[in-house]
C-alpha cells in the first residue's frame, strides 16, 4: 500500500488550555515533521467563527508554512467560494505559486454559498451497501441530516459576518469556470473585455474539488477533468457516492485523462489500541460541538471529555463520525486505512489527527508513516 500517497489534512485545532497562536506554531511544526515522514502533501482548512479551530486563513498559514518547508505540497482544502470571488482566490493563490512555485494545491470548496440542491440519485452501478457495510466491510452508516441546522441563528450569522451586505454568491460551476479561465489568461467577460490576474496567471496550482456527496461538487470536478477528494472524516455515510458520481460525471481533460480521487479519513494512532483510544476520547464531543453549531471547542482533555453529560439527542449527533473514526495501533489503523481505499478505489488518502497533545499527534502521525511504508 505504500504506492497509495499519504497526506495531511489540518484544521489548526485548539486544544483547551492553549492559545490560537499555540496552535499555529503546532501546526507548522506538524508540517514540517510530516515532511520529514514522507508524507506527500499538507493541507490547511477553512473554518471561521470556531473557538477551537485555529484556520480562519489558509492562504495566510500556507505562506508560513512554506517557508518552513522545502519539499512537501501544501494547499488548502478547501477554500470556501462561497463568500469570495474568483478573481481574489486566484490572485492569493497566484501569489503563494510565485514565492513557492510548483508546491501549492488549491482546493475548492462551496461552503459558505447557496444552499445545496437536493441529494443526488444514486447512480444505477452505484456500490451495494448492506447492513451499513460495503461489500468490503467498510462501516457506511446511514446519510446524516444537517436540517436541524437550516435556520439556525449561529449560522446565519456566520454568513452575514463573511458576506458584504446585500452579496449574492456566484454560482459555483461558473465560479470554478473562472478561476480556470483566470489561471489559464483566458478570462473574457459578457461584453469581451479581458482581465489578467498577476500574480495568478500561468501559476503552477494543482487544482482540486473538494465534495461530501456525489452532487454538484462531485459533479464540476468530473465534468471538467479535475481532482477530486471526498470527505470521508465529514460526511462516511455519501463517501462512496461522492467517488463514484465523481467517477461517472468524468470527462478527460488537459489536466487529467483519467479520474483521480482523494479521501479523508480520521484516524488516531498510538503504540497500543487501549492507548489510541484515551488519546481519542475528546473526539466525540468536539464533534458535537460542530454539529450543534455552537462552533468547534478547543479540543478537550480526556478528563474533561469524559465530564459530559450526554443525551440519546447528542450521541445521534456523533454517532455516525465515532463509528467510522480509525482508532488503534499501527497496524490496526492501516488495515482500516487499505480497506478505505479499496471500497473507494481512492488514488490517494488524505488523514486528519486531533489529539489534545501537540506531541501525541505528531507521535500519530509518524507510527502511521512507519507503518504504511512497510505495505
Given amino acids: ?53 485555529a484556520g480562519t486563513s489558509p492562504a495566510v498559514v500556507l505562506a508560513l508554512t ?16 462561497g463568500h469570495r470571488t474568483a478573481l481574489s482566490t486566484v490572485e492569493e493563490f ?33 456500490t451495494p451497501v448492506v447492513e451499513g457495510r460495503a461489500p468490503n466491510g467498510l462501516r457506511i452508516p446511514p446519510r446524516f441530516s444537517f436540517a436541524h441546522l437550516v435556520g439556525s441563528p449561529r449560522v446565519a450569522l456566520q454568513r452575514a459576518l463573511l458576506q458584504q451586505p446585500h ?19 483566458t478570462y473574457r467577460s459578457a461584453d469581451g473585455i479581458e482581465a489578467h490576474a498577476v500574480p495568478g496567471e500561468g501559476a503552477d496550482l494543482e487544482l482540486w474539488i473538494l465534495g461530501s ?13 479535475l481532482r477530486f477528494a471526498a470527505n470521508y472524516h465529514v460526511s462516511p455515510g455519501t463517501v462512496l457516492e461522492a467517488a463514484e458520481g465523481y467517477r461517472a460525471a468524468f ?60 443525551t440519546d439527542a447528542d450521541r445521534a449527533l456523533v454517532q455516525d463520525r465515532v463509528e467510522t473514526q480509525f482508532v488503534g495501533s499501527p497496524g490496526r489503523v492501516a488495515d482500516q486505512l487499505a480497506q478505505l481505499r479499496e471500497a473507494t478505489g481512492a488514488d490517494e488518502l488524505l488523514i486528519t489527527t486531533i489529539t489534545h497533545g501537540h506531541a501525541d499527534r505528531v507521535r500519530s502521525y509518524e507510527l502511521l508513516a512507519e507503518e504504511w511504508r512497510k505495505r
Avoid at 15 to 34: C, E, H, K, V, W
Wanted: aromatic share 6%; net charge negative.
Fill in 1 to 53: 500500500m505504500s504506492d497509495i500517497p499519504l497526506g495531511v489534512l489540518d484544521l489548526v485545532p485548539v486544544p483547551s488550555g492553549s492559545t490560537a497562536a499555540d496552535a499555529l506554531r503546532n501546526s507548522i511544526d506538524l508540517a514540517q515533521q510530516a515532511e520529514r515522514f514522507g508524507y506527500a502533501r499538507y493541507w490547511f482548512a477553512e473554518h471561521h467563527l470556531n473557538p477551537g479551530v
Fill in 66 to 81: 512554506a517557508s518552513a518547508t522545502s519539499d512537501i505540497r501544501l494547499g488548502a482544502g478547501a477554500v470556501q467560494l
Fill in 94 to 126: 497566484g501569489l503563494l505559486d510565485a514565492l513557492h512555485p510548483g508546491r501549492i494545491d488549491l482546493g475548492l470548496g462551496r461552503s459558505g454559498g447557496r444552499p445545496p440542491g437536493t441529494p443526488a440519485a444514486p447512480l444505477p452501478d452505484a
Fill in 167 to 185: 452579496a449574492e454568491s456566484q454560482d459555483y460551476a461558473e465560479q470554478i469556470d473562472d478561476i480556470q479561465a483566470l489561471l489559464a489568461g
Fill in 213 to 225: 456527496s456525489g452532487g454538484e461538487s462531485a459533479e464540476v470536478a468530473g465534468r471538467r477533468g
Fill in 251 to 310: 470527462q478527460p481533460s488537459d489536466i487529467l485523462e483519467k479520474p483521480y480521487v482523494s479521501v479523508s479519513a480520521d484516524v488516531v494512532v498510538a503504540g497500543d489500541d487501549e492507548t489510541a483510544r484515551e488519546l481519542a476520547t475528546g473526539y466525540a464531543p468536539w464533534v458535537r460541538s460542530i454539529r450543534t453549531a455552537e462552533g468547534a471547542i478547543p479540543f478537550p482533555t480526556p478528563d474533561e471529555a469524559r465530564a459530559h453529560v450526554w
